[in-house]
């Protein structure tokens, strides 16, 4: 969030835990999926350029809330700690959201009846990995008249331990389900500026993560009162292909400039992959900062091109200019 007020810095002071401190005025997060080969990625991730780490993703393996563990939890939160990043672990995630066997998981969950044992498991898991707090990524149709009530308890619990509370939210379609109730409790919205089309929209080609559709997508959010310090920019390390270019897995920026030399100074590249490039990402850090917002969220830090390519360098150069 905008540290503007010592009221917010004393906040994420405390929500650091010891040895943690903060060192930039914007956040930058980074989400990293943690797989079982993920180890050697995260070791390359630049701990100096990002504030916060949310490790996607750990949900429910059954019916009375047991998590998963993601299998190198533990050795990226220490890693991260030890070079004062904050680290939060992210449930949910868009394909658990549109599973329906996932879903009606997380709806009995979240219920009257269940939803005082979940929120105390989710706690008792933040604590025991050493987390610095919890980010809800429950989406579109995994949000239903429990989701609030929920959030409301978890902010609660987690409130009560100085821990963080932040939830993935879309740049326009399925906002409406977030009511204020729900989003008055996170201490930041990361807002997804990304996926206006992709491989599930074969016939309507084009940008996914254009600068207009970031604008628009903050514009929502401010628009239902949300304040610019609780709303971070989400950008794409990634792109979406088109035509000769489809893929239903898409390309990560570093897969795009090793191909195409020079490609990282535009937003598409051959027959066609729509993307952000250099310019794009720097224009939109420019503009968190000309709209007082709270910084820059990423998908995903395994993505991102090394050296001067690299799309987060470009991210924390800019936001940190003097």
């Excluded at 977030?178 to 074969?202: C, K, Q, R």
């Excluded at 066609?272 to 490039?277: E, K, M, P, R, S």
Aim: glycine share 10%; aromatic share 10%; hydrophobic share 40%.
């Amino acid at each position: 969030m905008l540290l503007s007020t010592s009221l917010p810095i004393l906040f994420l002071a405390l929500c650091a835990g010891p040895g943690l401190a903060r060192h930039d005025d914007k956040v930058i997060v980074g989400y990293v999926l943690d797989t079982p080969d993920s180890a050697s990625d995260s070791s390359q991730i630049d701990f100096g350029k990002i504030t916060h780490l949310n490790i996607a993703f750990a949900n429910p393996v059954d019916d009375t809330g047991t998590m998963s563990v993601p299998p190198n939890l533990q050795q990226i939160v220490d890693q991260a700690h030890r070079n004062h990043v904050r680290v939060l672990i992210s449930i949910g995630g868009g394909s658990v959201s549109e599973d329906a066997t996932g879903r009606q998981r997380y709806f009995g969950l979240i219920g009257d009846s269940n939803r005082p044992s979940f929120v105390r498991k989710l706690i008792d898991y933040v604590e025991l990995y050493r987390l610095d707090g919890l980010d809800v990524d429950l989406e579109g149709p995994a949000i239903n008249k429990d989701y609030a009530p929920f959030i409301d308890d978890l902010s609660a619990r987690l409130k009560r331990g100085h821990k963080l509370l932040t939830a993935a939210v879309p740049g326009s379609y399925g906002g409406d389900q977030i009511t204020s109730d729900a989003w008055g409790h996170f201490d930041l919205l990361n807002v997804m500026a990304y996926d206006a089309t992709g491989p599930w929209e074969p016939n309507r080609p084009g940008p996914h993560s254009s600068f207009d559709f970031a604008k628009s997508s903050i514009a929502y959010w401010l628009g239902r009162g949300v304040p610019s310090s609780k709303l971070v920019l989400g950008v794409p390390f990634y792109g979406w292909g088109f035509g000769d270019a489809f893929t239903q897995g898409g390309y990560t920026f570093a897969e795009i400039t090793a191909k195409y030399p020079g490609s990282e100074s535009s937003d598409q590249v051959g027959n066609t992959i729509y993307y952000n490039g250099l310019p794009t990402i720097k224009a939109k850090a420019k503009y968190v900062l000309a709209q007082h917002l709270a910084g820059v969220m990423i998908w995903s830090l395994d993505q991102d091109a090394k050296g001067p390519l690299s799309l987060l360098a470009a991210i924390h150069d800019t936001l940190n200019a003097k």
